[in-house]
């Protein structure tokens, strides 16, 4: 049977970031429930973000940031040919382990087939994971230590609504996002739709703030332009985090033109 998330206990008000032990985040039950084989809704964000990344000449972007990267490799392997350096950004001292193992032993078997259908989609690829991968350096901080207009594209998967349940923490984690890359530079995200908060294994409740495509646009419309937004539906094959689906973002940054204010 599917588990069902439950709410924590009530503490009279929504948890934040700071209220969660991410540096506990349980990597290998994680990655069981969504990355020991290649799901239909992998096949979806890979398929969208490809596109964004193949807009872009190899060696294109001179600096890349994947922020929040966690234990997921597929953003940082579709980053290998357009992306000269790129920085995965994580928090959790779990996260960071796990990542650095892949970068320095090799990536486990289960990735093969995910950067498979990365490379078919984008032969601009190396035909070697490690060589794509050799590109990726893995620093641990949070999106409080991004230097503001440091990157040509700056990528987040299930971050920002994955880690926290009020929703002005969540604007503040995307607002981050957006400062990371330089006036104009591309944005490129996936989100858990309507997604609450959730339980990885048998472990505690992990803070998040339900979004839809309503609540995306109230953040990133302001902020951003060229604004698109996409759909996966959602994926029966997953446990059932009760989110209904995965929603799909680009935009790019305001210039600075566009970000002057209008003469008086």
Not at 66 to 71: I, S
Not at 117 to 139: G, K, N
Not at 249 to 263: C, G, I, K, V
Request: with cysteine; glycine share 8%; aromatic share 8%.
């Amino acid at each position: 049977m599917d588990r069902i998330p439950q709410d924590p206990p009530a503490t009279g008000r929504a948890r934040r970031n700071r209220d969660a032990d991410w540096d506990d985040w349980p990597v290998a039950d994680y990655l069981a429930e969504n990355y020991r084989r290649l799901h239909p809704c992998d096949i979806g964000v890979i398929r969208h973000h490809s596109a964004v990344y193949r807009r872009f000449a190899p060696g294109a972007l001179a600096r890349t940031l994947e922020l929040g990267a966690g234990p997921n490799l597929y953003p940082l392997m579709l980053a290998g040919a357009a992306g000269r350096a790129v920085d995965a950004l994580e928090p959790s001292a779990a996260g960071v382990r796990y990542l650095r193992e892949q970068l320095t032993r090799g990536i486990d078997d289960s990735w093969r087939p995910f950067y498979a259908l990365c490379r078919s989609l984008d032969p601009a690829l190396p035909e070697d994971c490690a060589e794509a991968l050799r590109r990726v350096r893995v620093v641990r901080g949070t999106a409080d230590d991004v230097v503001p207009g440091t990157y040509d594209l700056a990528s987040m998967n299930f971050v920002a609504e994955s880690v926290t349940e009020d929703f002005g923490e969540f604007t503040a984690l995307c607002e981050a996002f957006v400062r990371a890359v330089r006036p104009g530079g591309t944005l490129l995200a996936a989100f858990m739709e309507r997604m609450p908060s959730y339980r990885i294994g048998d472990g505690p409740v992990w803070p998040a703030c339900p979004v839809d495509e309503t609540a995306l646009r109230s953040v990133f419309a302001p902020r951003t332009s060229g604004l698109r937004i996409g759909r996966v539906e959602k994926d029966l094959t997953l446990p059932e985090y009760g989110d209904t689906g995965i929603l799909l973002l680009t935009a790019e940054a305001l210039t600075a033109e566009a970000q002057a204010p209008a003469p008086a």
